[in-house]
């Protein structure tokens, strides 16, 4: 068995990629349209994941074993619920401190702060929970991180 992907289903592709990518800085690694069904898929993948694997994320076929999210559009959705029972998607990241402040100035609210220097919680357009995990060692508590109340639930 091996692992190929997590999907999730959008409802506003231009709002998650603007999340996924811009924002939490995954690469878009291959798209498929499907007109007559209706629906698209787009597969993003870490740039450091990309890096590790040898890839630029312009191959065809991606290798097997490259983690990835699946992003779900279905063209004539209205919406979702949001599913508790999926639980959340996790990521390293060189820096809580400023993901969490460009997430923020992008609009996003930081559900969990980083107080610790090392966890946070935000939430995707389409309210999937994304676990941001400092690499390495703890940050030191800063400002305004440390003293930020949690705001919702992840």
């Given at each position: 068995?091996?692992y190929?992907h ?20 995954l ?14 898929l787009?597969?993003?993948a ?6 590790r ?14 983690p ?5 559009y ?8 949001e599913g ?7 990521y ?14 992008m609009?996003i ?5 980083p ?11 389409d309210?999937?929970s994304?676990?941001?995990l400092?690499?390495g ?7 305004p ?7 919702g639930?992840?």
């Amino acid at each position: 068995m091996e692992y190929l992907h997590t999907m999730i289903r959008v409802s506003d592709i231009d709002a998650s990629l603007k999340f996924y990518c811009d924002g939490l800085g995954l690469k878009n690694v291959r798209r498929y349209d499907n007109e007559e069904a209706r629906f698209s898929l787009i597969f993003l993948a870490s740039p450091d994941d990309l890096k590790r694997a040898g890839l630029t994320g312009a191959e065809r076929p991606l290798p097997p074993g490259l983690p990835m999210i699946e992003l779900t559009y279905n063209w004539d959705e209205n919406g979702y619920n949001e599913g508790r029972n999926f639980g959340h998607l996790a990521y390293r990241v060189e820096n809580v401190y400023e993901i969490c402040q460009k997430l923020m100035d992008m609009g996003i609210t930081i559900s969990r702060p980083p107080r610790d220097g090392h966890m946070a919680f935000v939430r995707s357009p389409d309210n999937i929970s994304i676990e941001l995990l400092q690499k390495g060692d703890h940050l030191p508590p800063a400002s305004p991180w440390k003293d930020m109340e949690n705001n919702g639930s992840w």
